[in-house]
Nanobody, 124 residues
Framework: VQLQASGGGLVQAGGSLRLSCTASGRSITGYRLGWFRQAPGKEREFVSTINWNGGAYYTESVKRRFTISRDDAKNTVYLQMNSLMPEDTAVYYC???????????????????WGQGTQVTVSS
């Protein structure tokens, strides 16, 4: 499977963006997908995940601001980002949970493959 993230851009603090991640080569049906981000000079970190039936989980810093969703018919997962803050600036990536079968999966090493991300820049 290949994953392509898109929808990033430059936005002012308080603004919104909607990221998309489309998979090719394999259906995402039945798989958990996750969004991660990597800021300059920092390690890649977990943002949000959605399981096969729509159950979502978020890292604390984005709760009540970000919403993850999926459309299996389009083989796409989305990340709606509202009330953006400068600290949300990063390259955002999507990936598939390679292990599965767990109630929660947030470890970067458990996900892949890592395609090209999309840059999100939030100005103050």
């Amino acid at each position: 499977v290949q994953l392509q993230a898109s929808g990033g851009g430059l936005v002012q603090a308080g603004g919104s963006l909607r990221l998309s991640c489309t998979a090719s080569g394999r259906s995402i049906t039945g798989y958990r997908l996750g969004w991660f981000r990597q800021a300059p000079g920092k390690e890649r970190e977990f943002v949000s995940t959605i399981n096969w039936n729509g159950g979502a989980y978020y890292t604390e810093s984005v709760k009540r601001r970000f919403t993850i969703s999926r459309d299996d018919a389009k083989n796409t997962v989305y990340l709606q980002m509202n009330s953006l803050m400068p600290e949300d600036t990063a390259v955002y990536y999507c990936a598939v949970d390679q292990i599965g079968g767990r109630a929660r999966a947030t470890a970067v090493d458990d996900y892949g493959p890592w395609g090209q991300g999309t840059q999100v820049t939030v100005s103050s």
